[in-house]
């Protein structure tokens, strides 16, 4: 059964460093989303991703954050400068087109930042 | 504005029945989605409403109203595996999960 894969799934990094989390979406899913879950919380939409553009992000994405689909299979999530509240389980999420659009999500980043 | 409440801990024991309800207010509403999550790991998907009424997948069942803003996951002949956290989430071009309901099944 296909699935959604993401790399690494621990990541440990100083604060003010530059994290990119990888993705790769079901081979036929054109919708790609990113959330967060800090430890003992609630899961958080971050952004979701369409034909090649930002189609909607949370208030938690600001300019520290960035996304890119750079060829045909990854879906990335960059962090420029990371702050220790960041550190949190990231998940990728991809979605067929058609609905009800169910998101299959990927076994998530473990984010350490010190 | 945008809302969503789930109870946040509900227990029960092996061979029960258990519903989890969900009561949600937002805009652009397409339906509403049903996830489980066991510690650690990822949401998986577990149901979908669209229209109002009850959609039954094998143990599991799902209720929606859409005029009250009301959805309920109905579990039945509870395993011991079926403790996870349960998360009822608006289909509105994102999903917006709430802090979910944890399940405890006690043999």
């Known amino acids: 059964e296909p699935e959604v894969t993401q790399t690494p799934s621990h990541q440990v990094t100083q604060m003010g460093q530059e994290v990119i989390l990888r993705c790769v979406p079901i081979?036929?899913?054109?919708?790609f989303y990113w959330y967060r879950q800090i430890l003992g919380q609630k899961v958080e939409f971050l952004v979701s991703f369409y034909n090649n553009e930002i189609s909607e992000k949370s208030e938690i994405f600001d300019d520290q954050f960035s996304v890119e689909r750079p060829d045909g299979s990854n879906f990335t999530l960059k962090i420029r400068s990371t702050k220790l509240e960041d550190s949190a389980m990231y998940f990728c999420?991809?979605?067929?087109?058609?609905?009800?659009?169910?998101?299959?999500f990927g076994p998530g980043t473990r984010l350490t930042v010190t | 504005g945008q809302s969503l409440e789930q109870p946040s801990e509900v227990t029960a024991v092996e061979g029960a029945i258990v519903q989890i309800n969900c009561t949600y207010q937002t805009s652009g509403f397409n339906g509403l989605f049903w996830y489980q999550q066991h510690a650690g790991e990822a949401p998986t998907f577990l149901s979908y409403?669209?229209?109002?009424g009850l959609e039954e997948k094998g143990r599991f069942s799902s209720f929606l109203s859409r005029s009250k803003g009301y959805s309920y996951l109905l579990l039945k002949e509870l395993q011991m595996k079926d403790s996870a956290s349960y998360l009822c989430?608006?289909?509105?071009?994102?999903?917006?999960f709430g802090t979910g309901t944890r399940l405890q099944v006690f043999p």
């Open positions: 989430g608006p289909n509105t071009d994102k999903l917006i």
């Open positions: 081979s036929n899913h054109l919708y």
């Open positions: 409403n669209v229209l109002d």
């Open positions: 999420a991809s979605s067929e087109p058609d609905p009800p659009m169910e998101q299959y």
